[in-house]
């Protein structure tokens, strides 16, 4: 079993790599279609953050998508930065780095269908479907039943297609030589 507090190396490589995905992913999440404004919006940032904690480890993935958020907030110009949802990004990122980093993924293995629908889950369980709606509930007064009458529940459909893309992402860029030295694959 590896050791998910055992970081790789910070080199240049890395930190830019990592600084250019966390712009990737604030732009990819300027193009998500908000379906119930402040509460249920579709984007496709997920895959962004997929290859942050691939390349990331669980560490460096948490303090990345801590990092976004932040910056997602400072730029919108909303004034409404509330600390838990930064914690909330960073737990994903977390997530992220444990499932992806140094885990090579293929098409045609079922182990890692199996392996990217648990990791799927597990970080949309966290942010999509209990912490998202009960920090909507604390700060915007939204009853938790309500948000899920209104159309969170719709999200579920939102698994499979997180899935397919990344089985039909992932592998492919995996290929890469320079992100393979970055994924310690």
């Not at 209104?150 to 698994?159: D, H, M, N, S, Y």
Request: proline content about 5%.
């Amino acid at each position: 079993m590896k050791n998910i507090f055992q970081t790789p190396k910070l080199t240049p490589k890395r930190l830019v790599s990592l600084a250019m995905l966390i712009a990737l992913a604030f732009i990819v999440g300027k193009f998500s279609i908000p379906i119930i404004p402040q509460q249920l919006v579709v984007s496709l940032t997920f895959i962004v953050n997929t290859i942050i904690g691939m390349i990331a480890c669980p560490i460096w993935g948490a303090i990345s998508l801590a990092i976004l958020d932040v910056v997602d907030n400072l730029s919108s110009g909303a004034g409404n930065f509330i600390i838990w949802w930064t914690i909330m990004e960073a737990v994903q990122g977390f997530f992220y780095g444990l499932f992806f980093y140094g885990k090579e993924i293929s098409w045609s293995s079922k182990h890692d269908w199996l392996h990217v629908t648990f990791a799927t889950l597990v970080t949309m369980l966290i942010g999509t479907f209990i912490f998202t709606p009960l920090l909507v509930q604390i700060y915007f007064g939204v009853p938790f039943w309500a948000q899920y009458l209104a159309g969170r529940w719709l999200k579920i459909f939102e698994i499979p297609l997180r899935i397919i893309i990344t089985m039909l992402v992932v592998p492919k860029l995996q290929k890469i030589p320079e992100l393979r030295k970055l994924a310690n694959l």
